[in-house]
C-alpha cells in the first residue's frame, strides 16, 4: 500500500471520528471504557540478499537468509464517543501499544568467495508501536458476531541490532556487532469481529495493516543494510469492559 495514500485514509478516519467532538455532549460516555489484551502473529517482509560494505574496496554478502517468527502483543485502553447513528453500533477512541520482533538470520558470505563463508549473523528489530486507535463498531451480524473497522496515527521506535559470529574452529577477529534505534511516524489500517461473552468480557479478533517505512543501520560509515518494518497482523484475545 502506498504509504500516503495509507496515511491519507487513517487520517480522515481519525479526523471523522474526532469531529464528533464538536457536539455539545461529553465527549466520551461515562463507564465506558474498554481494555484489551491480544496476543498473535506478525508478517513481515521476506530477506532479501543484502552486500555489508566492509570498506571502499571489499564488501560481504547476506545470503541464505530466512525468516524467524515471534509472538506479537497488543493492549489498548479505548472509551466510547457519545455517538448514535442506526449502522452504527459504537465507536471506541484511545491508545495502543503493539510490542512486536523482526527476526532475520543467514549466512555471511565474506569477500563473496566461498573460501571466505566463515560466519553467521542475526538481524533484529524490537519495535514498541504507540498509536491513538479509532475502532468503529458496526450493527451486530447476529447476537453474537460484532464486525468492526479500526484506523490509527502514531509513531513506533525501532530498536535494531546486527550481530554476526564465526562459525566453529574459525578465529572470530571479523566478528560485527552493532546496535541503532530509529524513531517513525506510523499508521495502522484494519478490522476484526468481536464476540460477547456477557456484558463485560468479550473476545476479540483482529486484522492490523502497519505502515513503518525502512530502517537503515551499518556496523561502520559505508553503505548501510535495510529491513522494511511493514507489516500484516493477525491477533486474538479478550475485552473487559468497565
Request: aromatic fraction near 14%.
Amino acid at each position: 500500500m502506498d504509504k500516503y495514500i495509507g496515511f491519507r485514509i487513517a487520517s480522515i478516519v481519525l479526523c471523522a471520528i474526532c469531529s464528533f467532538f464538536s457536539y455539545g455532549t461529553p465527549i466520551f460516555r461515562d463507564h465506558s471504557l474498554t481494555l484489551s489484551g491480544l496476543i498473535g502473529y506478525t508478517d513481515f517482509k521476506d530477506p532479501v540478499d543484502q552486500q555489508l560494505a566492509i570498506s571502499h574496496y571489499v564488501t560481504d554478502l547476506l545470503t541464505n537468509s530466512h525468516k524467524h517468527d515471534h509472538p506479537s502483543v497488543l493492549i489498548s485502553a479505548k472509551q466510547q464517543l457519545n455517538f448514535e447513528a442506526n449502522k452504527i453500533h459504537k465507536i471506541m477512541l484511545g491508545p495502543a501499544l503493539y510490542f512486536q520482533k523482526l527476526h532475520y538470520s543467514g549466512d555471511v558470505w565474506e569477500l563473496m568467495l566461498p573460501e571466505f563463508y566463515n560466519y553467521q549473523y542475526d538481524y533484529t528489530s524490537n519495535n514498541v508501536n504507540f498509536l491513538i486507535e479509532g475502532d468503529l463498531y458496526f450493527n451486530p451480524v447476529s447476537t453474537w458476531l460484532i464486525p468492526f473497522v479500526t484506523a490509527g496515527l502514531g509513531f513506533g521506535v525501532a530498536y535494531v541490532h546486527y550481530d554476526d559470529y564465526a562459525l566453529p574452529g574459525i578465529d572470530p577477529v571479523s566478528e560485527r556487532h552493532h546496535f541503532d534505534s530509529s524513531i517513525k511516524g506510523i499508521y495502522q489500517l484494519g478490522a476484526g469481529l468481536v464476540v460477547p461473552v456477557n456484558p463485560n468480557w468479550s473476545i476479540n479478533l483482529r486484522y492490523a495493516y502497519i505502515h513503518m517505512g525502512k530502517v537503515h543501520t551499518t556496523p561502520n560509515s559505508l553503505e548501510p543494510i535495510e529491513l522494511v518494518l511493514n507489516n500484516q497482523n493477525i491477533l486474538v484475545g479478550i475485552n473487559y469492559s468497565i
